[in-house]
């Protein structure tokens, strides 16, 4: 199954939300259809056009966007960037929009946003596709960042440089922290690369080899948002979302998630969808990344029985 065809946005334009930031958003596909707005991860990726395409665009209106302090999305600053102003600037955009209900995607940590938006602001919620969801418990990060999690026993000799030989995921995150925000740029960027290269390599499985994604400023702006986020535990209490799980269980819920993913625990993510008596499309011998045709397969089949599902409901009521 083939993603559906490139197409341009209909509409393109910033949004104030406050803070002196300002979010960069896009509209695709036919703007009477099905709301459906698409979380990035990262923190700190930016929207990327080719998520739209997982959306049939003669039935859906599909709304990318950047989150505070990336993509083309302006300034990029982690001052007043916490998860709770994403929430809050993510039910601003649907206000603006007019929206009363609409459906909310994301992958990692655009799940993560998703579940949150979800949690707080359920009535205005049809449903949830949700991809390598990351549930940011302190079990996550250390599967992510500390020497007995599943990453680390996989990559050791990476592993070992990311780490810089530090004892635990406090002392990791807090020294990435002071040197990505060196005023010496040749440091911040050299500790940019490392830690990038570490999430593409738990994301795709192999190093990245040309340093920058697009431009050296970009990675060290990602790797900035993410230490700033993760440092912080993500801005919410361990285990909030398995904790308020009962407020989203009526929601119409797609788990998409690979049984290989090193960045997120299938484990935990089988649980929630357990207990929200969720659909869990498992991938087999998949990992986190997007990279290959399983995967994108996987969420436009969610994203084409979310639609039909929603339909049904709306002709009951």
């Known amino acids: ?32 259809g099905l709301p459906v707005v698409v979380c990035h991860g990262g923190p700190g990726v930016g929207l990327h056009a080719d998520n739209c395409r997982f959306f049939d665009p003669t039935r859906y209106r599909i709304i990318l966007y950047s989150q505070r302090g990336c993509g083309q999305s302006t300034p990029h600053l982690i001052n007043a960037n916490t998860t709770a102003e994403l929430v809050a600037d993510l039910d601003y955009l649907r206000i603006y929009l007019g929206l009363e ?25 049809q449903g949830l596709i949700l991809r390598g969801t990351f549930l940011a418990t302190s079990a996550d990060l250390n599967w992510l960042y500390s020497s007995a999690g599943a990453a680390a026993h996989f990559y050791p000799e990476l592993y070992a440089r990311f780490s810089q030989n ?4 406090t002392s990791i995150l807090k020294f990435y922290q002071q040197q990505l925000n060196d005023d010496n740029q040749i440091n911040a960027n050299h500790f940019a690369k490392l830690w990038c290269q570490w999430e593409n390599v ?69 649980q929630l969808a357990e207990q929200l008596n969720a659909q869990l499309l498992i991938l087999d011998g998949i990992g986190h990344g997007v990279d290959n045709n399983v995967s ?9 029985l979310m639609y039909i599902k929603l339909s049904r409901h709306k002709c009951k009521d």
């Open 1 to 32: 199954m083939q993603l559906y065809p490139n197409i341009t946005p209909y509409h393109d334009f910033h949004l104030s939300v406050g803070d002196g930031h300002q979010i960069h958003v896009q509209e695709y596909g036919d703007p009477d």
């Open 101 to 125: 209900k609409w459906l909310l995607s994301g992958g990692s940590w655009g799940a993560t946003l998703c579940l949150l938006y979800a949690i707080e602001h359920t009535q205005h919620v």
């Open 166 to 169: 530090l004892p635990d995921v």
């Open 202 to 270: 738990l994301s795709h499985g192999k190093q990245q080899h040309q340093w920058g994604l697009s431009s050296p400023q970009l990675g060290l702006n990602m790797a900035r948002l993410m230490v700033h986020y993760f440092a912080a535990q993500c801005f919410i209490t361990d285990n909030f979302i398995s904790e308020h799980y009962k407020k989203i269980s009526k929601i119409p819920t797609w788990f998409i998630h690979g049984r290989h993913d090193l960045v997120c625990r299938f484990n935990a993510v089988q």
């Open 296 to 304: 994108l397969s996987a969420v436009r089949r969610a994203a084409d």
